[in-house]
Antibody, heavy 122, light 107 residues
Framework: QVQLVESGGGVVQPGRSLRLSCAAS????????MHWVRQAPGKGLEWVAV????????DYTDSVKGRFTISRDNSKNTLYLQMNSLRAEDTAVYYC???????????????WGQGTLVSVSS | EIVLTQSPATLSLSPGERASLSCRAS??????LVWYQQKPGQAPRLLIY???NRATGIAARFSGSGSETDFTLTISSLEPEDFAVYYC?????????FGQGTKVEIK
């Protein structure tokens, strides 16, 4: 069965960096586009970033462009989110999510990890 | 960016009742509308994709309908495990965006 396990969250001061990881198992990771979606405490869902199945293309929501970098290591079945210049408004649970279709980005999130909490505070 | 507005914010119903949740888009999304369920402390779960297609393993009491700008998620007869927050999401226009959610609570 599909399993996604995030790690790397924690408390960090504004302006500092953090790298999240998402370990995937139970499917052919290298065939699927992957996303990060976040949820601020008590709030709704916000799409953050996507990376194509082969890592050749990526995109971000405007509020994180230039600060966050999504990447993947298909040999390790792992997705990453490098977060730099963190702000208080980045505080959220960060979920990794698999795109439903192989080879293409359809933006249907059919499997989710349990999430990792990032808290940006001085 | 397409804005999705869900209503009502909260729906108070009893087990066995029918629930109808609305999602309205600020512009047409064709049928590229997705529904998720989220329970407290859990990740979202895919329910319906492309307006009316149930995801794998989703009970038949969940159904989706609509097109263009107006969509409905219907739960035909609420089970205790259905009390949760429901989000719609559009994938018609980049970036994908979510509605603010509808909480279905026990009356």
């Amino acid at each position: 069965q599909v399993q996604l396990v995030e790690s790397g969250g924690g408390v960090v001061q504004p302006g500092r960096s953090l790298r999240l990881s998402c370990a995937a198992s139970g499917f052919t990771f290298s065939n699927f586009g992957m996303h990060w979606v976040r949820q601020a405490p008590g709030k709704g869902l916000e799409w953050v970033a996507v990376i194509f199945y082969d890592g050749t293309n990526e995109d971000y929501t405007d509020s994180v462009k230039g600060r966050f970098t999504i990447s993947r290591d298909n040999s390790k079945n792992t997705l990453y989110l490098q977060m730099n210049s963190l702000r208080a408004e980045d505080t959220a649970v960060y979920y990794c999510a698999r795109d439903r279709r192989q080879w293409m980005v359809h933006s249907i999130f059919d499997s989710w990890g349990q999430g990792t909490l990032v808290s940006v505070s001085s | 960016e397409i804005v999705l507005t869900q209503s009502p914010a909260t729906l108070s119903l009893s087990p066995g009742e029918r629930a109808s949740l609305s999602c309205r888009a600020s512009q047409s999304v064709s049928d590229l509308l997705v529904w998720y369920q989220q329970k407290p402390g859990q990740a979202p779960r895919l329910l319906i994709y492309d307006a009316s297609n149930r995801a794998t393993g989703i009970a038949a009491r969940f159904s989706g309908s609509g097109s263009e700008t107006d969509f409905t998620l219907t739960i035909s007869s609420l089970e205790p495990e259905d009390f949760a927050v429901y989000y719609c999401q559009q994938r018609s226009s980049w970036p994908p965006t979510f509605g603010q959610g509808t909480k279905v609570e026990i009356k």
